[in-house]
Protein backbone atom coordinates (compact mmCIF):
# COMPACT_ATOMS: atom_id res chain seq x y z
CA UNK A 1 0.00 0.00 0.00
CA UNK A 2 2.78 2.32 0.71
CA UNK A 3 4.59 1.75 -2.52
CA UNK A 4 1.16 2.26 -4.21
CA UNK A 5 0.54 5.41 -2.79
CA UNK A 6 4.02 6.94 -3.35
CA UNK A 7 4.80 5.64 -6.81
CA UNK A 8 3.83 9.17 -8.24
CA UNK A 9 5.78 11.55 -6.49
CA UNK A 10 9.10 10.82 -8.46
CA UNK A 11 11.40 10.22 -6.21
CA UNK A 12 14.62 10.82 -7.82
CA UNK A 13 16.72 7.49 -7.77
CA UNK A 14 19.68 7.24 -5.39
CA UNK A 15 22.79 5.16 -5.27
CA UNK A 16 22.82 1.58 -3.46
CA UNK A 17 24.88 3.45 -1.04
CA UNK A 18 22.64 6.93 0.00
CA UNK A 19 19.45 3.63 0.10
CA UNK A 20 21.91 1.88 2.85
CA UNK A 21 22.89 5.10 4.58
CA UNK A 22 19.36 6.31 4.78
CA UNK A 23 18.38 3.09 5.77
CA UNK A 24 20.52 2.50 8.53
CA UNK A 25 20.48 6.36 9.78
CA UNK A 26 23.75 7.11 8.85
CA UNK A 27 23.94 10.89 10.35
CA UNK A 28 22.25 9.37 14.20
CA UNK A 29 25.40 6.86 13.43
CA UNK A 30 27.82 9.54 13.25
CA UNK A 31 26.44 11.89 15.77
CA UNK A 32 26.55 8.69 17.99
CA UNK A 33 29.70 7.49 17.90
CA UNK A 34 30.99 10.64 19.41
CA UNK A 35 29.78 10.44 22.86
CA UNK A 36 30.72 6.99 22.66
CA UNK A 37 33.92 7.77 22.40
CA UNK A 38 33.83 10.08 24.81
CA UNK A 39 32.58 7.70 27.20
CA UNK A 40 35.60 5.43 26.04
CA UNK A 41 39.00 8.15 26.17
CA UNK A 42 37.50 9.10 29.48
CA UNK A 43 37.71 5.09 30.98
CA UNK A 44 41.35 4.95 29.21
CA UNK A 45 42.09 7.94 31.44
CA UNK A 46 40.59 6.88 34.65
CA UNK A 47 41.78 3.91 34.90
CA UNK A 48 45.65 4.58 33.27
CA UNK A 49 45.28 1.64 30.27
CA UNK A 50 48.12 0.63 28.38
CA UNK A 51 47.09 2.14 24.75
CA UNK A 52 48.30 -0.92 22.99
CA UNK A 53 46.90 -3.36 25.08
CA UNK A 54 43.68 -1.81 24.80
CA UNK A 55 43.43 -0.62 21.17
CA UNK A 56 41.60 -3.83 19.98
CA UNK A 57 38.82 -3.15 22.70
CA UNK A 58 38.60 0.48 20.88
CA UNK A 59 38.08 -1.19 17.63
CA UNK A 60 35.91 -3.17 18.88
CA UNK A 61 33.70 -0.33 20.34
CA UNK A 62 33.54 1.77 17.12
CA UNK A 63 32.65 -1.00 14.73
CA UNK A 64 29.61 -2.82 17.56
CA UNK A 65 28.17 0.56 18.29
CA UNK A 66 27.90 1.18 14.47
CA UNK A 67 26.71 -1.80 13.96
CA UNK A 68 24.06 -1.81 16.59
CA UNK A 69 22.99 1.59 16.05
CA UNK A 70 22.50 1.07 12.60
CA UNK A 71 20.53 -2.01 13.29
CA UNK A 72 18.51 0.13 15.36
CA UNK A 73 17.81 2.73 12.69
CA UNK A 74 16.62 0.23 10.07
CA UNK A 75 14.52 -1.53 12.66
CA UNK A 76 12.98 1.89 13.48
CA UNK A 77 12.85 3.19 9.88
CA UNK A 78 10.85 -0.68 9.22
CA UNK A 79 8.21 -0.11 12.06
CA UNK A 80 7.28 3.37 10.88
CA UNK A 81 7.32 3.06 7.86
CA UNK A 82 3.05 3.70 7.88
CA UNK A 83 3.93 7.11 9.68
CA UNK A 84 7.01 7.88 8.19
CA UNK A 85 4.99 8.18 5.09
CA UNK A 86 2.59 10.95 6.20
CA UNK A 87 5.55 13.17 7.73
CA UNK A 88 7.21 15.35 5.71
CA UNK A 89 10.27 15.11 7.06
CA UNK A 90 10.45 11.37 6.81
CA UNK A 91 8.31 10.84 3.71
CA UNK A 92 11.67 10.13 1.75
CA UNK A 93 13.08 7.12 3.45
CA UNK A 94 13.86 4.39 1.30
CA UNK A 95 11.72 2.00 3.32
CA UNK A 96 8.51 4.58 2.51
CA UNK A 97 9.56 4.84 -1.36
CA UNK A 98 10.06 1.19 -1.78
CA UNK A 99 13.62 1.58 -3.06
CA UNK A 100 14.40 -1.03 -0.33
CA UNK A 101 12.25 -4.37 0.18
CA UNK A 102 10.71 -5.20 4.34
CA UNK A 103 12.00 -8.09 3.89
CA UNK A 104 15.71 -6.71 3.45
CA UNK A 105 15.57 -4.18 5.86
CA UNK A 106 14.47 -6.86 8.59
CA UNK A 107 17.17 -9.63 7.28
CA UNK A 108 19.92 -6.47 7.12
CA UNK A 109 18.25 -5.55 11.01
CA UNK A 110 19.28 -8.68 12.27
CA UNK A 111 22.42 -9.27 10.52
CA UNK A 112 23.92 -5.98 11.98
CA UNK A 113 22.84 -6.94 15.81
CA UNK A 114 24.00 -9.96 15.87
CA UNK A 115 27.33 -8.72 14.06
CA UNK A 116 27.29 -5.72 16.38
CA UNK A 117 26.58 -7.48 19.58
CA UNK A 118 28.95 -10.02 19.12
CA UNK A 119 31.87 -7.52 18.14
CA UNK A 120 31.07 -5.63 21.20
CA UNK A 121 31.51 -9.14 23.00
CA UNK A 122 34.91 -9.11 22.34
CA UNK A 123 35.60 -6.21 24.20
CA UNK A 124 33.65 -6.71 27.47
CA UNK A 125 30.40 -8.73 28.22
CA UNK A 126 29.01 -5.26 29.76
CA UNK A 127 29.53 -3.18 26.03
CA UNK A 128 27.80 -6.35 24.73
CA UNK A 129 24.82 -6.13 27.07
CA UNK A 130 25.04 -2.45 27.08
CA UNK A 131 24.86 -2.22 23.61
CA UNK A 132 21.81 -5.12 23.42
CA UNK A 133 19.63 -3.02 25.95
CA UNK A 134 19.92 0.03 23.68
CA UNK A 135 18.95 -1.39 20.75
CA UNK A 136 16.44 -3.49 22.87
CA UNK A 137 14.83 -0.02 24.55
CA UNK A 138 15.02 1.67 21.54
CA UNK A 139 12.82 -0.86 19.02
CA UNK A 140 10.62 -2.41 21.74
CA UNK A 141 9.21 0.20 24.96
CA UNK A 142 10.19 3.08 22.49
CA UNK A 143 9.21 2.06 18.77
CA UNK A 144 6.80 -0.47 19.09
CA UNK A 145 4.90 0.95 21.76
CA UNK A 146 5.33 4.72 23.48
CA UNK A 147 5.92 6.47 20.67
CA UNK A 148 2.46 6.16 19.62
CA UNK A 149 1.11 5.81 23.03
CA UNK A 150 2.16 8.60 25.85
CA UNK A 151 3.62 11.68 25.46
CA UNK A 152 6.50 10.21 27.43
CA UNK A 153 7.60 8.51 24.64
CA UNK A 154 10.78 10.75 24.18
CA UNK A 155 11.88 10.13 28.27
CA UNK A 156 11.57 6.39 27.29
CA UNK A 157 13.87 6.66 24.24
CA UNK A 158 16.03 8.77 25.97
CA UNK A 159 17.45 6.00 27.84
CA UNK A 160 18.50 4.24 24.67
CA UNK A 161 19.72 7.38 23.20
CA UNK A 162 22.16 7.69 26.63
CA UNK A 163 23.63 4.37 26.00
CA UNK A 164 26.67 5.39 23.88
CA UNK A 165 29.04 6.66 26.45
CA UNK A 166 28.21 3.33 28.77
CA UNK A 167 29.00 1.64 25.88
CA UNK A 168 32.50 2.96 25.45
CA UNK A 169 33.29 3.51 28.93
CA UNK A 170 32.10 -0.55 29.79
CA UNK A 171 34.52 -1.49 26.16
CA UNK A 172 37.52 -0.48 27.97
CA UNK A 173 36.53 -1.03 31.74
CA UNK A 174 33.85 -3.27 32.50
CA UNK A 175 32.42 -1.51 34.98
CA UNK A 176 30.28 1.65 35.03
CA UNK A 177 29.85 2.43 38.78
CA UNK A 178 31.97 5.43 38.67
CA UNK A 179 29.87 9.04 39.50
CA UNK A 180 31.17 10.15 36.81
CA UNK A 181 30.09 8.10 33.51
CA UNK A 182 26.79 7.94 35.86
CA UNK A 183 26.54 11.61 35.47
CA UNK A 184 27.54 11.88 31.45
CA UNK A 185 24.70 8.83 31.62
CA UNK A 186 21.90 11.01 32.96
CA UNK A 187 23.10 14.43 31.00
CA UNK A 188 22.93 12.78 27.87
CA UNK A 189 19.31 11.14 28.86
CA UNK A 190 18.07 14.60 29.58
CA UNK A 191 19.90 16.48 27.19
CA UNK A 192 17.14 14.49 24.66
CA UNK A 193 13.95 15.87 26.21
CA UNK A 194 14.69 19.74 25.50
CA UNK A 195 16.06 18.71 22.17
CA UNK A 196 13.34 16.84 20.82
CA UNK A 197 10.34 19.42 22.26
CA UNK A 198 12.15 21.71 20.25
CA UNK A 199 12.15 19.10 16.97
CA UNK A 200 8.16 18.35 17.92
CA UNK A 201 7.31 22.16 18.52
CA UNK A 202 8.79 22.96 14.58
CA UNK A 203 6.93 20.08 13.04
CA UNK A 204 3.98 20.23 15.43
CA UNK A 205 1.86 19.99 12.03
CA UNK A 206 3.23 16.56 10.70
CA UNK A 207 3.59 15.26 14.04
CA UNK A 208 -0.10 15.43 14.72
CA UNK A 209 -1.01 14.44 11.35
CA UNK A 210 0.57 11.46 12.02
CA UNK A 211 -0.98 10.86 15.38
CA UNK A 212 2.30 11.10 16.98
CA UNK A 213 1.83 12.31 20.77
CA UNK A 214 4.44 14.42 21.47
CA UNK A 215 4.42 16.59 24.20
CA UNK A 216 3.87 20.04 22.69
CA UNK A 217 1.18 18.37 20.57
CA UNK A 218 -0.93 17.04 23.10
CA UNK A 219 -0.21 19.02 26.26
CA UNK A 220 1.01 22.53 24.52
CA UNK A 221 3.84 24.61 24.59
CA UNK A 222 3.13 26.42 27.87
CA UNK A 223 3.62 22.77 29.38
CA UNK A 224 6.87 22.27 27.46
CA UNK A 225 8.28 25.52 28.91
CA UNK A 226 7.71 24.32 32.16
CA UNK A 227 8.59 20.42 31.68
CA UNK A 228 12.21 21.27 29.59
CA UNK A 229 13.24 24.03 32.79
CA UNK A 230 12.90 21.35 35.35
CA UNK A 231 14.79 18.91 33.27
CA UNK A 232 17.05 21.50 32.66
CA UNK A 233 17.44 21.90 36.20
CA UNK A 234 18.00 18.35 37.10
CA UNK A 235 20.62 18.53 33.93
CA UNK A 236 22.38 21.07 35.93
CA UNK A 237 22.73 18.93 39.17
CA UNK A 238 23.88 16.06 37.44
CA UNK A 239 26.82 17.85 36.23
CA UNK A 240 28.47 17.73 39.61
CA UNK A 241 28.66 14.02 39.46
CA UNK A 242 31.27 14.62 36.59
CA UNK A 243 33.42 16.69 39.31
CA UNK A 244 34.36 13.20 40.35
CA UNK A 245 36.72 13.04 37.87
CA UNK A 246 37.62 17.12 36.65
CA UNK A 247 36.77 19.92 38.10
CA UNK A 248 37.22 21.63 34.91
CA UNK A 249 34.78 19.00 32.64
CA UNK A 250 32.29 19.63 35.51
CA UNK A 251 32.44 23.65 34.85
CA UNK A 252 31.89 22.87 31.26
CA UNK A 253 29.00 20.95 31.78
CA UNK A 254 27.83 23.25 34.36
CA UNK A 255 28.06 26.32 32.07
CA UNK A 256 26.85 24.98 29.23
CA UNK A 257 23.48 23.69 31.10
CA UNK A 258 22.80 26.69 33.22
CA UNK A 259 23.07 28.56 29.88
CA UNK A 260 20.72 26.16 28.05
CA UNK A 261 18.11 27.29 30.93
CA UNK A 262 18.41 31.18 30.69
CA UNK A 263 17.94 30.39 27.21
CA UNK A 264 15.00 28.57 27.70
CA UNK A 265 13.34 30.86 30.61
CA UNK A 266 14.33 33.83 28.16
CA UNK A 267 12.82 32.88 25.22
CA UNK A 268 9.55 31.67 26.70
CA UNK A 269 9.23 35.19 27.75
CA UNK A 270 10.65 36.98 25.18
CA UNK A 271 10.35 34.55 21.74
CA UNK A 272 7.38 32.67 20.06
CA UNK A 273 6.82 29.44 20.14
CA UNK A 274 9.00 28.36 16.86
CA UNK A 275 11.57 30.69 18.17
CA UNK A 276 11.84 29.19 21.18
CA UNK A 277 12.27 26.38 19.84
CA UNK A 278 14.84 26.52 16.82
CA UNK A 279 17.11 28.35 19.39
CA UNK A 280 16.77 25.40 21.36
CA UNK A 281 17.30 23.01 19.06
CA UNK A 282 20.69 25.23 18.22
CA UNK A 283 21.65 25.46 21.89
CA UNK A 284 21.37 21.52 21.85
CA UNK A 285 23.39 20.65 19.32
CA UNK A 286 26.26 23.38 20.41
CA UNK A 287 25.63 21.61 24.16
CA UNK A 288 26.34 18.17 23.29
CA UNK A 289 29.36 18.98 20.63
CA UNK A 290 30.84 21.27 22.93
CA UNK A 291 30.65 19.44 26.16
CA UNK A 292 31.83 15.82 24.24
CA UNK A 293 34.59 18.10 22.42
CA UNK A 294 35.74 18.48 25.29
CA UNK A 295 35.65 15.25 27.20
CA UNK A 296 37.41 13.60 24.57
CA UNK A 297 40.26 16.65 24.43
CA UNK A 298 40.96 16.27 27.97
CA UNK A 299 41.19 12.90 28.15
CA UNK A 300 43.51 12.35 25.09
CA UNK A 301 45.28 15.02 26.62
CA UNK A 302 45.85 13.09 29.31
CA UNK A 303 46.30 9.82 28.06
CA UNK A 304 49.24 11.27 25.93
CA UNK A 305 50.83 14.28 27.92
CA UNK A 306 50.13 13.06 32.22
CA UNK A 307 50.10 9.65 32.38
Do not use: C
Amino acid sequence: MINENHSTLAIPKRPLSKIIAATVKAGIIKSNLIPMFAGLTLSIFTYHKNLIEIYPNVIYAFIGTTLVIAAAGAFNNLYDRDIDAIMKRTRNRPTVTGEVSPVAVFLLSIAMTILGIGILALATPLAALLGFLGLFFYVVPYTMWSKRRTIYNTEIGSISGAMPPLIGWAAIHPDITHPAIIGLFFVTVIWQMPHFYAIAIRNHEQYEAANVPMLPVVKGVKRTYTQTNIYLVIMIAMSFLIGTISLGLMLVALILSIGWLILSLYGSKKMDAHKWAKSMFIYSLLHMTILFSTVIIYSLMGIFFFQ
